[in-house]
Antibody, heavy 121, light 108 residues
Framework: EVQLVESGGGLVKPGGSLRLSCAASGSTFSSYSMNWVRQAPGKGLEWVASISTSSSRIYYADSVKGRFTISRDNAKNSLYLQMSSLRAEDTAVYYC??????????????WGQGTLVTVSS | ERVMTQSPATLSVSPGEGATLSCRASQSVSSNLAWYQQRPGQAPRLLIYGASTRATGIPARFTGSGSGTEFTLTISSLQSEDFAVYYCQQYNNWPPWTFGQGTKVEIK
């Protein structure tokens, strides 16, 4: 089990940028694939981005491709999401979530508490 | 992309009664299906994976079943802490990892 704590959310204007962080503790961070999942106010869950243990495989949802960048620093037990060209529809609570498997076929085991990003002028 | 469809959108249940939630995949996801519980103001929590395996610490009143395209989450004898929103998710074909739209279980 890994404990996850997100930070970096806040209010940003349309077209602006923001960097989210997720600090991990309690287990070997480098052995977990990591993900960002978001939830717009009153809506369901939407997967945003995923990064493998060694950062060799990175995937994005079509809705954020070209605007968001996921990265990780295993030495710092940290996950990041650099968000740029932000739009009102990016307003959401952003969760980091871990996956722990060798073949990639596994659920999202542990979740952070989330950080709210609001895009508004 | 696998589209996940949950029904019903809202389920009204009295405490102590049972509830049955459904999830359908647009194409087969084998048994690579998870259920998550989200209580108000909280992060999602993994309940069931592999369609029927309870995650660590999940009570036995939660039962998952199904394979292929049809899945069910059954909650027997609902407790106060079970009133929440439940999401199914497929992790068989990715990216993207896709979630259903959720079923809200509310107090009747």
């Amino acid at each position: 089990e890994v404990q996850l704590v997100e930070s970096g959310g806040g209010l940003v204007k349309p077209g602006g940028s923001l960097r989210l962080s997720c600090a991990a503790s309690g287990s070997t961070f480098s052995s977990y694939s990591m993900n960002w999942v978001r939830q717009a106010p009153g809506k369901g869950l939407e997967w945003v981005a995923s990064i493998s243990t060694s950062s060799s495989r990175i995937y994005y949802a079509d809705s954020v491709k070209g605007r968001f960048t996921i990265s990780r620093d295993n030495a710092k037990n940290s996950l990041y999401l650099q968000m740029s060209s932000l739009r009102a529809e990016d307003t959401a609570v952003y969760y980091c979530a871990s996956r722990h498997c060798t073949d990639g076929v596994c659920p999202f085991d542990d979740w952070g508490q989330g950080t709210l990003v609001t895009v508004s002028s | 992309e696998r589209v996940m469809t949950q029904s019903p959108a809202t389920l009204s249940v009295s405490p102590g009664e049972g509830a049955t939630l459904s999830c359908r995949a647009s194409q087969s996801v084998s048994s690579n299906l998870a259920w998550y519980q989200q209580r108000p103001g909280q992060a999602p929590r993994l309940l069931i994976y592999g369609a029927s395996t309870r995650a660590t610490g999940i009570p036995a009143r939660f039962t998952g079943s199904g394979s292929g395209t049809e899945f069910t989450l059954t909650i027997s004898s609902l407790q106060s802490e079970d009133f929440a929103v439940y999401y199914c998710q497929q992790y068989n074909n990715w990216p993207p990892w896709t979630f259903g739209q959720g079923t809200k279980v509310e107090i009747k």
